[in-house]
């Protein structure tokens, strides 16, 4: 008889030790590159799991994978960033205009295949999924474990499933987990999970970046932007499961560890403040770094001090554009003297202006009213140095939903940051202004070395 966690209290465990694979699917795209990418959804979710099966992790984006091909000739840099194994493949029908090659990041596919065999059969497979226009990878994976492992029940969470749920259905999976609700899974795997399980981080031999959360969701509602319609509220995570996941990861040899919290600087005098006091009570050299944009309205003096301290090192900010009238309709989660007194604030407390980001969003659908030269200049003018995001369409939100006189929102190959740019702006254009970019950020004292 099996164990269901629903049967009522009292229910003597039969634990049947299922195998379940977990998955982080290759990337096809026109660039991709290791800006520490980790699939954290789905090791949160694993972890809830560890000891009720045997779990197995395949990341084809893990760059020190003692099988990644060539992996002397990749560059990296020493904070954990770097470029991943890629083949040119074949432009998919929509993207014949673009001039530019397609490739398929990540681990060869013979490998995953052989994978399989070896290791297989599975019960489940959880496959990670993240941006909607990389779902070709997600159809490769499953392709591949119907073929080698055919009695594997084969379940999808994360972004792209929960921004385009019937089109993920579309790809034959056996479960979709749309949104934050796990109780489907747990239903459907038939395990009770343990929710106070750290994230399964020992699925990497060889782990050199980490990743923490404080909290879901955004108090902001940008036009731009899905987490507020996915994260219907603000909410902090318990202070003592990410330190203990900080000690997890640190234990395991791990210096570099970024934030993918959406407002990791909201309301933190309650969440990150209390966390880093906590961490400067303890020696770990440990950099902090945060690749999802900090709001720079709430780099106060003593935050700024506090998070330097406490050795956060790359502080990127998320301004997008420096006209008012930009800012304004858009959400106004940023204007441009917040940005001058966090740049201040920032360098009065020891970070190293080199290190500091602004990103810069381009072909936005109002990119008349942006001023993205002007914005450009502005940012560059306090001595930091430009990151252009190329605006991706994304279905449901006021922004993306705009765009539909211009890209079929339907299909999620279209939601391609590359592609919208070139259709939206053309190519001429969006290779001036990123030659304008790297012009200037040239122009900075010490510029680093850019790998990206
Ligand atoms: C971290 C992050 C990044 C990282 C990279 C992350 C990665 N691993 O690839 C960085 C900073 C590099 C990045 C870059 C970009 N990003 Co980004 N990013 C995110 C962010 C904040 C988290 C993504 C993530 O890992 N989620 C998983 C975890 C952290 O979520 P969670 O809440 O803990 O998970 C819960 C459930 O979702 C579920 N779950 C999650 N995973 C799984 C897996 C399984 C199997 C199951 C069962 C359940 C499950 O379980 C949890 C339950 O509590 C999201 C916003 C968001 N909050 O989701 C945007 C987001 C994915 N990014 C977005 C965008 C636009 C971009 C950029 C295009 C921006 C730009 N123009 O440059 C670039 C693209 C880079 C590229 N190469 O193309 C968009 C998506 C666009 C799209 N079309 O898909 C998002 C949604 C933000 C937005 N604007 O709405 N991003
Ligand atoms: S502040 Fe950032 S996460 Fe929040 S809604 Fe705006 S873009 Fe999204």
Redesign the pocket.
Known sequence: MDFHPWDGPGHVLMWKGYKILLVNPPIY?F???D?W??????L??AGYLRGKGELRLFDYLDRFHPQVPNSKKLRSDPLGRGQFYSEIIPRPAPFSQIPRNYRRFGLPRKYFQTFLMQEGPFDFA???T????WYLGVREVIEDIRTFSPQTKI??????A??CPQHAQGLGADLV?DG?E?EP?WRFLKIAPDLQELPFWEGYENLKVGVL?LA?GCPFRCT????PQ??PKFQGRSLEYSLAELDFLHHRGVRNVVF?D?ALLFRSDKILIPFLQQVLKKERDVYFHT??ALNARFITKELAKLMVQAGFKTFYLGFESSAYEWQRRTGGKVYSEELIRAVDNLTCAGADLNHITAYLIIAHPQADQQHVEASMYFAHSLGIRLML????P?PGTPDGESCRPWVDLDEPLW?N?TVFSSRFLGEAEVNRLKGLCNQLNRRLKNPLQDLL
């Open positions: 795209d660039s991709a590159y800006f990418l980790k699939p954290y959804g789905l949160r979710v959880l496959v990670q993240v941006m909607t226009y379940v999808l969470g994360g972004v792209y929960t921004l987990i934050l796990l899974l959360k879901d731009y932007c899905s987490v996915v994260y993918y959406d690749p999802n995001s190329e605006f991706s994304i939601h940051k």
